[in-house]
């Protein structure tokens, strides 16, 4: 079984400091990572992904994410957020033992203040 | 554009009676998911699709059924069997990559569906 763990429901930042929102999964083979954003009464849209090779991956609007394959985490970060950036997002897995099913953490809330 | 769309966007319906949900890519995906959203929780997995005539349950697909007879179309039926049908629905789709599913979800707006 695959499972995502997003261990803080919110985070509260300053605009213009640096954001972490943190992922840790469990698969059974080798991962598929990815990040999603959603707004408000929206569908969610993809931020980045791991799949191989370098273990920080950049993505859209200014965010990174770093593998770790020891801790089993997947953190998303953001060298200096804007108070656009305040949003819900959700870290999901994809097992290659298990193509097709993307397993979703429960969100973290992300709240930017000016 | 190229896109997902869901419709309708509200949904409101009676206990006991059927609906159906609509969703419709133009990406020349191969995968489409239906997921549901509730407050507080995760998105959850109801059933996929990778191929046309050919579909998955996920981790709650008590209740629901689908079909897949086009590549665009994924159409989602809340039954009466549902009980606790009042959610968020989302449907998904993302490309086959060399026969593995590496891709990313592109989802569509959602549709809201409220028993009352």
């Known amino acids: 079984a695959q499972s995502v763990a997003q261990p803080e429901d919110q985070v509260n930042v300053a605009e213009g400091n640096p954001l972490t929102v943190k992922c840790t999964y469990s698969v059974s083979g080798n991962p598929y990572l990815f990040w999603y954003v959603q707004y408000p009464n929206r569908g969610l849209q993809f931020l980045l992904k791991y799949i191989t090779g370098d273990n920080l991956v950049k993505g859209s609007y200014g965010f990174e994410a770093e593998f770790n394959k020891s801790q089993t985490s997947f953190h998303l970060k953001k060298p200096s957020a804007l108070v656009s950036d305040s949003a819900l997002y959700f870290c999901?897995?994809?097992?290659?033992?298990?193509?097709?099913?993307?397993?979703f953490g429960d969100g973290t809330t992300l709240t930017v203040k000016p | 554009d190229g896109g997902i769309t869901q419709s309708p966007k509200y949904l409101f319906r009676k206990e006991g009676q059927n609906v159906t949900l609509s969703c419709e890519q133009n990406?020349?995906?191969?995968?489409m998911y239906w997921y549901r959203q509730d407050p507080g929780q995760g998105l959850r997995l109801i059933y996929y699709s990778q191929i046309v005539n050919d579909f998955q349950k996920g981790d709650i697909a008590e209740g629901y059924s689908v079909s897949r007879e086009k590549k665009e179309s994924f159409p989602l039926t809340v039954t009466s069997a549902q009980k606790n049908p009042t959610a968020f629905y989302l449907c998904a789709s993302s490309r086959l990559t060399s026969g593995a599913n590496t891709g990313e979800l592109f989802f569509g707006e959602g549709s809201r569906l409220t028993v009352l």
């Open positions: 999901a897995v994809r097992d290659t033992a298990n193509a097709g099913k993307s397993t």
């Open positions: 990406l020349n995906h191969d995968a």
